[in-house]
């Protein structure tokens, strides 16, 4: 029985099969009952099937592949001078985490873990070096830092019995569909390979069937936002946009805002149309060394600047508690980038404030989200200056983004 088809049940790790060393680890943590994902991924891993999973950041799904790993690695034979598993994933903020989550489960284990990511200095990619050539057990690495190590022959992963990626949508999001295929080439034929990814687009289900051999796959519904969230939107033309954020602004800054654009090029021009208007902001994306990215999350943090413009990037994996306004300069193409990315704020029992600027060629996608929450989001009146917003019609799909009374202008700082 699954745990969805039981809500008064949920079941512990003391009823999964796992040793008493991945067990004492886990009490150690205060882990005691599995999450959905967990429940059902944990058995079908153990039994050393290959797995798509279907599940969001925040659902546990770390520990429903590492706890298999952990166990298999202790229970079986593996070399011990050789690299037994690969977790491949986005971000360096995430692969810092996993190594941290391996550590704290493997604490009884006499299991070795290393995360390699980019953008460090040569102390780091030294660390790095030594932990690869001595044969750690569990390497927790970024696509391109780990092509950059095997094109140098500095890590050899012919001997991988696991390999994972983790938040697969979003490293093909981030172009590195191509890095991934070469290092699966590295790898041997005869491993288990474990897929999780928060949604899964075409792209995902062409790579699944290169990569793995008959997968089971589980998916967990995506869950709803946080009730704390007060959801609003604004219907307006694309180009009224930079002047709700003045008007929004002008008065009264927020603690911590992050405005959600959908490119790092969209990214760049709202960050510029802001500091025109000398709103405190910070730019985040991919073309950010991590140097940059690591003071600018840090300027954030503590409220040296108070309004961050992102991508997609940051909706996952960076954890910042008070923030207490997510605006959807763009709409994202799904619902669950949308509970994504509003789920940054109303974090810790603090209520939080969602606003999406929805422009015609977006009024499709935030129709679909509003039937996918299965209600209407609250409709903000657009402020006087700006002028009136576009009809309401979905159905209605390109526009040339002019409307009445002016409704083309761009923006220019007057001050």
Same mark, same amino acid.
């Given at each position: 029985?699954?745990?969805?088809?039981?809500?008064?049940?949920?079941?512990?790790?003391?009823?999964?099969?796992?040793?008493?060393?991945?067990?004492?680890?886990?009490?150690?943590?205060?882990?005691?009952?599995?999450?959905?994902?967990?429940?059902?991924?944990?058995?079908?891993?153990?039994?050393?099937?290959?797995?798509?999973?279907?599940?969001?950041?925040?659902?546990?799904?770390?520990?429903?592949?590492?706890?298999?790993?952990?166990?298999?690695?202790?229970?079986?034979?593996?070399?011990?001078?050789?690299?037994?598993?690969?977790?491949?994933?986005?971000?360096?903020?995430?692969?810092?985490?996993?190594?941290?989550?391996?550590?704290?489960?493997?604490?009884?284990?006499?299991?070795?873990?290393?995360?390699?990511?980019?953008?460090?200095?040569?102390?780091?990619?030294?660390?790095?070096?030594?932990?690869?050539?001595?044969?750690?057990?569990?390497?927790?690495?970024?696509?391109?830092?780990?092509?950059?190590?095997?094109?140098?022959?500095?890590?050899?992963?012919?001997?991988?019995?696991?390999?994972?990626?983790?938040?697969?949508?979003?490293?093909?999001?981030?172009?590195?569909?191509?890095?991934?295929?070469?290092?699966?080439?590295?790898?041997?034929?005869?491993?288990?390979?474990?897929?999780?990814?928060?949604?899964?687009?075409?792209?995902?289900?062409?790579?699944?069937?290169?990569?793995?051999?008959?997968?089971?796959?589980?998916?967990?519904?995506?869950?709803?936002?946080?009730?704390?969230?007060?959801?609003?939107?604004?219907?307006?033309?694309?180009?009224?946009?930079?002047?709700?954020?003045?008007?929004?602004?002008?008065?009264?800054?927020?603690?911590?805002?992050?405005?959600?654009?959908?490119?790092?090029?969209?990214?760049?021009?709202?960050?510029?149309?802001?500091?025109?208007?000398?709103?405190?902001?910070?730019?985040?994306?991919?073309?950010?060394?991590?140097?940059?990215?690591?003071?600018?999350?840090?300027? !954030?943090?503590?409220? =040296? @600047?108070?309004? *961050?413009?992102?991508?997609?990037? #940051?909706?996952? /994996?960076?954890?910042?508690?008070?923030?207490?306004?997510?605006?959807?300069?763009?709409?994202?193409?799904?619902?669950?980038?949308?509970?994504?990315?509003?789920?940054?704020?109303?974090?810790?029992?603090?209520?939080?404030?969602?606003?999406?600027?929805?422009?015609?060629?977006?009024?499709?996608?935030?129709?679909?989200?509003?039937? !996918?929450?299965?209600? =209407? @989001?609250?409709? *903000?009146?657009?402020?006087?200056? #700006?002028?009136? /917003?576009?009809?309401?019609?979905?159905?209605?799909?390109?526009?040339?983004?002019?409307?009445?009374?002016?409704?083309?202008?761009?923006?220019?700082?007057?001050?």
């Amino acid at each position: 029985m699954t745990a969805s088809s039981n809500p008064f049940h949920s079941m512990t790790f003391e009823e999964l099969p796992l040793e008493e060393e991945v067990l004492d680890g886990l009490w150690s943590m205060n882990f005691r009952d599995c999450t959905p994902v967990q429940e059902q991924a944990i058995p079908i891993l153990l039994e050393g099937k290959d797995l798509i999973a279907c599940a969001q950041t925040g659902t546990g799904k770390t520990a429903a592949y590492l706890l298999p790993i952990l166990n298999n690695l202790i229970k079986s034979e593996h070399p011990e001078d050789a690299i037994n598993a690969i977790i491949m994933v986005p971000t360096r903020e995430l692969a810092q985490q996993i190594d941290q989550q391996v550590a704290g489960f493997a604490y009884f284990l006499p299991v070795s873990s290393v995360a390699v990511y980019g953008g460090s200095d040569g102390i780091v990619w030294e660390q790095q070096k030594k932990g690869l050539q001595a044969g750690v057990d569990i390497v927790i690495a970024t696509p391109g830092r780990l092509l950059s190590y095997l094109k140098l022959g500095l890590i050899d992963i012919s001997r991988v019995q696991y390999f994972i990626l983790d938040e697969a949508d979003r490293m093909l999001d981030m172009g590195f569909f191509d890095d991934i295929m070469q290092v699966v080439n590295e790898l041997p034929r005869r491993r288990q390979t474990m897929l999780f990814s928060a949604t899964m687009p075409p792209k995902i289900r062409e790579m699944a069937k290169t990569i793995m051999d008959q997968p089971a796959e589980i998916r967990l519904a995506v869950s709803k936002p946080n009730d704390k969230i007060l959801q609003s939107a604004y219907i307006c033309y694309e180009r009224q946009k930079a002047y709700i954020v003045k008007s929004l602004f002008e008065d009264t800054l927020p603690d911590k805002a992050i405005i959600f654009a959908s490119s790092k090029i969209k990214v760049k021009e709202v960050t510029r149309t802001l500091r025109g208007m000398h709103l405190p902001v910070a730019e985040m994306h991919s073309d950010l060394d991590q140097s940059e990215r690591d003071s600018t999350m840090q300027a !954030f943090k503590t409220g =040296k @600047v108070n309004i *961050l413009v992102a991508t997609d990037i #940051v909706s996952r /994996g960076i954890d910042i508690e008070d923030i207490s306004v997510v605006i959807n300069y763009d709409m994202p193409h799904d619902p669950e980038d949308y509970v994504h990315r509003i789920g940054r704020t109303a974090r810790a029992s603090a209520d939080g404030l969602s606003i999406s600027f929805v422009s015609e060629d977006e009024q499709d996608i935030f129709d679909r989200i509003e039937k !996918f929450l299965g209600k =209407k @989001v609250y409709r *903000l009146p657009l402020p006087e200056e #700006v002028g009136e /917003g576009p009809e309401w019609d979905p159905t209605r799909r390109k526009s040339s983004g002019f409307g009445k009374k002016g409704k083309g202008r761009c923006f220019k700082p007057n001050r």
